[in-house]
Structure formats: C-alpha cells, structure tokens
C-alpha cells in the first residue's frame, strides 16, 4: 500500500510530480484553459474572497500574490473560523472560494454558508469528490491529487495551488491577457519536480539530520515564499513537534530576532529574483551576526549559508511549487528521525469536522 516508502507522507511527496500532472493537464486543451465555471461571472470579477484552514489556507495566501499580480484584482485570504464569525463585505461581482482537501472542514464549510446567504456566487476547490463542501457550492474545481492517507496535507497544497493559478490563468484568457508563457511554465512543472525529486530528498535528508535535536525553528521569506514559510513550519508542528514559526523576512526585526541565538536555526527561503533575494540575504545575515545556524534554499548559493538546499531555476510565480518540496521534506525526515509516528501525529485528525 505504501509503495516500497516507510510512510505514507513521503509517497505522498513522491508522488506531486503526479498530481500535479494531473491536475494541470486535465485543465488545458490546446493552451486554452477548460474550467466548468460561467464564463460571464469569470470576465467581470471585481474582488475574490479565498477562505480555507490551515494548509489549504497557506495555498490560498501563495495564490494571492499570482492573481494580483495577473489579473490586478483585489484578492483578500481569510482564515475559515474567524470569517464564519465576521460580518463580510460584499459587492456585486465579487466570488467567494472555499479550499479544502476533505472537503468536510467545519469553519470552511460555515464560511461558504455565509457567503451563499449573502448572495455571492461560490467556488469551492476540493480534493474529495461529492464532499459537502463540493455539493454546497455553485462551482466546483477538483484536484486530481487522489487520496491523501497521510494526516499531514502535502500533495493536495501542489493541486490547490495549481488549480488557483489554472482559475488566475483562465479569468486572463478571458480578458485577453497573453498567457502563453505561464501555460508553458505550468506544463514544465511536473517533469521538473519528476526529475529533481530523488536528488532533492537525499540532499534534505542529510541536513535534516543535522537539525533533528533543534527545539526552535524560524522560517523566512519574501513575496510568495512568505507563505511557503509558514507552511514549511506548520509541518514542522505537525509531525515533529518542533517549535517553529515564519515570518516575513522584513519582519524580523520588528521582534522575532530577539529569538535568534545559536540553537535557534533559520529557514531562508530565498528565489534568486530581485529585489526579494538581496533583501532576504540581507535579513539572513542580521541572524548569521547573532550566531544563528541558516539553511538556505534557493538556486542561488550564498556564502552566509550554513547548509544550502539548491532548487531547480524557475520563474518566482512558479518558485512555490518547486520550493514547498523540500519543506515537506525536511519536516518529513527531521520527524522520521525522532521516530514519530508520521503518518498519525499525535492530537491531529485527517478531516477536521468540529469547529
Ligand atoms: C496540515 C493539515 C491541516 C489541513 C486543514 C484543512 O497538514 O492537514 O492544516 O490543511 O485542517 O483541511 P481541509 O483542506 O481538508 O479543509
């Protein structure tokens, strides 16, 4: 069952290269993007609202960044459990999505009542077919991750993320935006995380082993990697139970520095565009100056980096979905380590039902 892997995590990791094939190419015919939405709804969105929790939420927050910049649509991501409880702004044209894996998420599935009680049209971006959250919404868009065993969400994020950028990618055709590079970008995807994926691992591994006796992690980044971060340290929580948190890296110095010593690591997470990289390795070396330990990934080298993790070169929009690999696999391999039972953290469930 578990395909020659120790954990179903890890097979699930080896197996993004898969999902997001199928995801992305059921999608596109002929560099047209196909999505079963009203196309009208689509060419006069004003405003997108993106609600999920945890994981999906992270997808959500990484998607932001693409959209805005695309299409130059306001796009506002909202915790789940906190929107259900607030009194939301709508106007017309505006679309509300929900994201979630299950698609049984409590506070996800609240949220897109409210929004459908007051009158928005509703996507929702689920992985399991005919779940509640799929059945209540006007639109449904499935990612085609297949099942996911692990309790910890790690080929679903790639799916989400590429069905938020493949619904980006079709509102613009529909508004006669030139696409075709981000098409071709998006197909290239796969076949890179295919053939990076062995050579990655093993290298992450190693520095995992490195870091396994760490009590406290801060993770770092600009731009979309930003989120990527606090994804990369909710799975570090989740299945190590090591302290971490992300920050954006121009944050550092409004607090989380005053953590940094020399048993505090960073995670810079650092794509080689400007001007996020030379800003990012500026605030990597405000913690090499206070003794602290960074492991850089980036496909740039740095000489401030302790360990280096170095990822294939792709454009920034497309960063996320090469850079989030080594994140699941560094948290995967530092829990293998400590001997933890991955697949079934302790005090977590796979759907989260109850608010
Ligand atoms: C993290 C994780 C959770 C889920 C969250 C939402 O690895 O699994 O944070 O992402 O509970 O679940 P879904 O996407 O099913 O709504």
Avoid: W
Avoid at 51 to 69: I, N, P, Q, R
Avoid at 211 to 236: C, D, T
Wanted: glycine share 6%.
């Amino acid at each position: 069952q578990k395909g020659g892997f120790k954990h179903f995590m890890l097979k699930e990791i080896s197996e993004e290269d898969e999902a997001l094939a199928n995801t992305i190419y059921a999608h596109i015919q002929s560099d047209k993007i196909e999505l079963d939405i009203d196309e009208d709804l689509l060419r006069n969105i004003k405003k997108i609202t993106i609600v999920a929790c945890g994981t999906s939420y992270y997808a959500g927050l990484t998607s932001k960044y693409f959209f805005e910049d695309l299409l130059s649509i306001p796009v506002s991501v909202e915790i789940a459990s906190e929107f259900r409880y607030s009194k939301p702004i709508f106007s017309d044209n505006n679309i509300f999505i929900a994201i979630s894996q299950s698609g049984e998420t409590a506070d996800t599935k609240e949220s897109l009542n409210l929004a459908k009680a007051l009158g928005i049209k509703t996507i929702s971006i689920v992985n399991v077919q005919e779940s509640t959250i799929a059945r209540l919404s006007d639109y449904v868009l499935y990612t085609l991750a297949g099942p996911e065993i692990s309790v910890a969400s790690t080929k679903a994020f790639v799916c989400q993320l590429a069905m938020l950028y493949l619904l980006a990618l079709k509102i613009a055709q529909l508004k006669g935006i030139d696409v075709e590079d981000y098409i071709k970008e998006l197909n290239s995807i796969p076949p890179i995380l295919k053939s990076e994926f062995n050579h990655i691992n093993s290298e992450v591994e190693k520095i995992a082993k490195k870091y396994s006796h760490v009590k406290n992690f801060i993770y770092l980044g600009r731009g979309l990697s930003y989120p990527l971060g606090l994804e990369g340290a909710l799975k570090l929580k989740e299945i190590s139970y090591i302290h971490a948190e992300g920050y954006p890296a121009g944050e550092l110095k409004h607090g989380p520095i005053a953590l940094i010593d020399k048993s505090t690591p960073t995670f810079v997470i650092a794509p080689g565009i400007e001007p996020f990289y030379s800003k990012t390795i500026s605030n990597a070396n405000e913690v090499k100056a206070r003794d602290g330990k960074i492991i850089l990934l980036s496909e740039k080298y740095s000489y401030i980096a302790d360990d280096f993790i170095e990822s294939p070169k792709v454009s920034y929009f497309f960063s996320a979905f090469i850079n989030i690999v080594p994140l699941q696999l560094f948290a995967y391999h530092i829990a293998n380590i400590l001997g933890n039972d991955v697949d079934q953290p302790r005090n977590l469930a796979k759907s989260v039902t109850v608010e």
